[in-house]
């Protein structure tokens, strides 16, 4: 298992990864859906003037939604990841209880297993 000093640096590097995380989604909400299309593209009107504008608004919205999303679920992949820091299960794989290496902890600091279980999770 980890020592302490790597152990604190994996979990100040979740909470740092977090803190960035909930700042993009809030912005994203922000800067985004909460616009309505005349503050967004500058339009004096509300109306728009051609439909491929309409259809460029509602993909621009559904893209930001599905990036949301997925900043979300990271979002819930951290929180684990600081509750087996605090449980002291941290860097050690879900499925066969091997240690996870520091290589691919320091990639992806909210992975549950490792590379092979995590291969053969995908391929299975």
């Known amino acids: 298992m980890m020592n302490k000093a790597d152990m604190k640096a994996c979990r100040d590097r979740l909470i740092a990864l977090r803190a960035r995380l909930r700042g993009d989604v809030n912005n994203m909400a922000e800067n985004t859906l909460a616009k309505r299309r005349s503050e967004s593209s500058g339009d004096l009107s509300s109306m728009p003037i051609h439909m491929a504008?309409?259809?460029?608004?509602?993909?621009?919205?559904?893209?930001?939604?599905?990036?949301?999303?997925?900043?979300?679920?990271?979002?819930?992949?951290?929180?684990?990841?600081?509750?087996?820091?605090?449980?002291?299960?941290?860097?050690?794989?879900?499925?066969?209880?091997?240690?996870?290496?520091?290589?691919?902890?320091?990639?992806?600091?909210?992975?549950?297993?490792?590379?092979?279980?995590?291969?053969?999770?995908?391929?299975?």
């Open 53 to 124: 504008d309409i259809g460029t608004d509602n993909f621009e919205q559904e893209f930001t939604l599905t990036l949301m999303e997925s900043d979300e679920g990271t979002l819930a992949s951290i929180e684990a990841a600081l509750e087996r820091v605090e449980d002291g299960t941290y860097g050690q794989c879900e499925e066969c209880g091997a240690r996870i290496p520091k290589a691919r902890l320091t990639a992806v600091p909210y992975a549950t297993m490792c590379v092979k279980c995590a291969s053969d999770s995908e391929q299975g």
